[in-house]
């Protein structure tokens, strides 16, 4: 079993398609139940349709747990912030655990991830990253950048506090080149990419410990 990922660096919009795919990779295989989420982000990406079209960089989460694939109960959604609130209701009515960047920059990084281990448990989960959970002073290259963000030191913290968590698969998401003058974001993007494998590859080990047992 395979952990499955999305193409690194893309639209948020492939999210949704990845954990769907990663559930039917992964977790009915062992009878699981559906996929948890540790989402770091600025933005909740639950909004509804768009224009008339429910698939786009806005919305995957809601189409997850909307396809069964996503269990918002196990889900946390850490860095949120901006002016997009009103879009995210689906967050919380469906049981999201949400915590907003104010919030998080007064837990620090170890309470973060320790909140994150509760709110996912031992079932399988997907990790997913999105450059503009961090503050644009460290990751320019975003489409939508909000200021306020975590730093790059924070971000990593959480992540590396996440070991032990059963991660079935992730992705690293919306680097837009384009804006990335210092080539930061591409920087923390990477580091941020083989932190979630380096989880994904701890996990696979004590899943193969457990099966031997
Ligand atoms: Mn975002």
């Excluded at 952990?3 to 990845?18: E, F, I, L, M």
């Excluded at 993007?189 to 080990?205: E, P």
Aim: aromatic share 6%.
């Amino acid at each position: 079993m395979s952990p499955a990922w999305s193409k690194a660096g893309s639209s948020r919009y492939r999210s949704a398609a990845t954990i769907r795919s990663t559930y039917r990779c992964c977790a009915p295989s062992e009878g699981r139940g559906r996929s948890g989420g540790i989402h770091i982000d600025a933005h909740c990406d639950t909004d509804g349709a768009l224009e008339g079209c429910k698939f786009h960089h806005g919305g995957p989460f809601r189409q997850a747990v909307l396809d069964g694939v996503l269990d918002p109960e196990r889900t946390i959604q850490i860095g949120i912030r901006g002016a997009a609130e009103y879009l995210w209701e689906f967050s919380y009515d469906s049981g999201m655990t949400v915590i907003h960047a104010e919030e998080a920059i007064e837990m620090g990084p170890s309470a973060i991830a320790k909140r994150a281990r509760e709110v996912v448990g031992a079932g399988p989960t997907y990790v997913t990253f999105d450059v503009d959970c961090l503050d644009p002073a460290f990751a320019p290259g975003a489409g939508t950048p909000e200021v306020g963000g975590l730093s790059a030191a924070e971000a990593l913290a959480i992540l590396r506090g996440c070991l032990g968590v059963d991660v079935i698969g992730g992705d690293v998401v919306e680097v837009a080149p384009q804006y990335d003058s210092t080539t930061n974001t591409a920087q923390i993007a990477s580091q941020a990419l083989f932190t979630i494998l380096c989880l994904a590859g701890a996990a696979l080990k004590a899943r193969r410990v457990r099966v031997a047992r």
